[in-house]
């Protein structure tokens, strides 16, 4: 469906009987009702788009490149499937409400985008969503690649530690204390390296994939060399300037780390507690349900491994208000204010 289809579909439900097939965060959800509700004689289209607007994913104003004194860009109501369009009185020229942003050419209402964005948002199965929601399985799984990648771009701005700010490192599996092998359905197939800001709540994390180069690894020798390069070099990349890198029970010791158990010697029982196990607990959720994506060779998969980690822990940095942060992080990302040559 186009967006300048003289179609058009509402196939949206009340805010108020929402039965959604995943689970939402209330915040999230609360956000959700407000911006699809539908009050007053006014449609839902005009609405939504005010809403929008607000938020900064939908222009409210743009600038005719014609640029004549009679030029004037506004909104007007129109037989698309937007129901509205930019329009210049000046010249006549028009353009979908959709150019310049975030919508532009999805085959899907801009209401239904809302909805798969939403459903992201609440890291639901994307099949779940695009039949819960009408929207066509590729359509759906596209806005999810885009927003994947939006979170993994936001989750390289920044850096973990930084002066007087202690860094984290420890390797999954290996630091599970286990009494007896794995007998999971999915066993462990990579090894992780975590790592975690001490100085924020919710805990900041990096999950490295460790990569394997059969070329490289000839020899336990070579192994460990490999490793502990690979290590060196994501602490170093992930951690600011200044910042005291302590490597746990299960990372190599490597130049310029502190072991942990050298730094527990100092703490009471409570942050011995904390630094061991503790710090840990989302990290490993996180790498324990990435276990699902293993389902071949290690190489083939460690590339979906670490872009799931990357967006997981962009998550867990935002434990609210997650929708509403996100589409602004679309709007800041996408929108255009003015569209410029796009007549």
Not at 163 to 169: C, T
Not at 200 to 212: A, C, G
Not at 280 to 304: F, I, K, M, T
């Amino acid at each position: 469906m186009e967006a300048d289809s003289t179609t058009y579909e509402n196939n949206s439900k009340s805010s108020d009987d929402i039965c959604l097939p995943f689970s939402s965060n209330p915040e999230d959800l609360k956000f959700y009702k407000v911006l699809i509700s539908h009050i007053g004689n006014c449609s839902l289209e005009s609405q939504l788009i005010e809403k929008l607007q607000s938020l900064g994913l939908i222009p409210e104003k743009v600038t005719c490149p014609e640029n004549k004194p009679d030029c004037k860009v506004s909104l007007k109501s129109a037989r698309v499937v937007d129901r509205f369009q930019w329009l210049c009185k000046g010249c006549g020229k028009r353009l979908p409400i959709r150019t310049g942003t975030f919508f532009f050419r999805l085959q899907c209402s801009i209401l239904q985008a809302l909805q798969i964005i939403f459903a992201w948002c609440e890291d639901a199965d994307v099949y779940t969503a695009a039949q819960f929601f009408d929207v066509k399985p590729k359509v759906a799984c596209s806005i999810y690649d885009r927003l994947d990648e939006l979170a993994i771009e936001q989750l390289h701005k920044y850096k973990l530690g930084g002066e007087n700010a202690v860094v984290m490192s420890e390797m999954y599996p290996d630091c599970l204390n286990r009494l007896s092998p794995d007998t999971t359905d999915q066993a462990h197939v990579h090894q992780i390296l975590m790592m975690a800001d001490t100085k924020h709540i919710p805990t900041y994390y990096k999950l490295h994939v460790i990569q394997r180069d059969p070329k490289r690894l000839r020899s336990n020798t070579d192994k460990d060399e490999f490793l502990e390069e690979e290590i060196k070099a994501s602490l170093l990349r992930v951690a600011k300037p200044g910042s005291m890198l302590v490597t746990g029970n299960n990372v190599p010791l490597i130049d310029r780390t502190v072991p942990l158990q050298q730094v527990i010697a100092h703490c009471n029982v409570n942050m011995q507690h904390f630094l061991c196990s503790r710090i840990w607990r989302q990290a490993l959720v996180l790498c324990s349900a990435a276990r699902e994506l293993c389902s071949g060779a290690a190489d083939s998969c460690s590339a979906p491994l670490q872009r799931y980690l990357d967006t997981a822990s962009y998550r867990l940095r935002h434990p609210r208000h997650f929708y509403e942060h996100t589409l602004r992080a679309l709007a800041a990302d996408v929108t255009h204010p003015a569209l410029l040559d796009c007549f």
